[in-house]
């Protein structure tokens, strides 16, 4: 069965820092790109940030660069966001989703076939 | 930067009837990369349509996708009381690929 399985979040600090984990199964990890999507309480589906397979191709929303970096060990089946300075504006179930695109040369995203059930990060003090 | 907008925010309808939602993208987005997601309360989204038109695995066709250039639509040609949701569509190579979304709600 092909699942993503998201973990880390928290409450936290405005200015501080989280780092969430999405282990994933069933399927050739490191053939796919792979995303961080968000969505803050009652509100719509935000892409945060996406890796190309080999990690050669990376891309964030104006949102969360140079505060959030993305990464992945593709030995691991894993896939990392580590999110600094964080602000009360980041609170929000984050989702890691899989990219449909096989060996895509680029992050794209192209079109996000998995989704995980997502963890929830909610910054305040 | 590209961006998707999505009409009308809410659809209301009945059970059995067709519903019709739109995408329009502030410049020609390649029809290879407009994707439509489906997204219930409490749940992670889901891939209806890919490619424009392509159906994903498992998807009902009753969805279909279409369109090409600034214009796309989602079409379900019969409502099943599980259609009722929030829908996105998606684009390709933005920072900003998903639009606001459209609640198709229960008349």
């Known amino acids: 069965e092909v699942q993503l399985v998201e973990s880390g979040g928290g409450l936290v600090q405005p200015g501080r820092s989280l780092r969430l984990s999405c282990a994933a199964s069933g399927f050739t990890f490191d053939d796919y790109a792979m995303h961080w999507v968000r969505q803050a309480p009652g509100k719509g589906l935000e892409w945060v940030s996406g890796?190309?397979?080999?990690?050669?191709?990376?891309g964030y929303a104006d949102s969360v660069k140079g505060r959030f970096t993305i990464s992945r060990d593709n030995a691991k089946n894993s896939l990392y966001l580590q999110m600094n300075s964080l602000r009360a504006e980041d609170t929000a179930l984050y989702y890691c989703a899989k990219d449909g695109l096989v060996g895509a040369p680029k992050f794209g995203p192209y079109y996000m076939d998995v989704w995980g059930k997502g963890t929830t990060v909610t910054v305040s003090s | 930067e590209i961006v998707l907008t999505q009409s009308p925010g809410t659809l209301s309808l009945s059970p059995g009837e067709r519903a019709t939602l739109s995408c329009r993208a502030s410049q020609s987005v390649s029809s290879s990369y407009l994707a439509w997601y489906q997204q219930k309360p409490g749940q992670a989204p889901r891939l209806l349509i890919y490619g424009a038109s392509s159906r994903a695995t498992g998807i009902p066709d009753r969805f279909s996708g279409s369109g090409s250039g600034t214009d796309f639509t989602l079409t379900i040609s019969r409502l099943e009381p599980e259609d009722f949701a929030v829908y996105y569509c998606q684009q390709y190579g933005s920072s900003l690929p998903f639009g606001q979304g459209t609640k198709v709600e229960i008349k």
């Open positions: 890796i190309s397979w080999n990690s050669g191709s990376i």
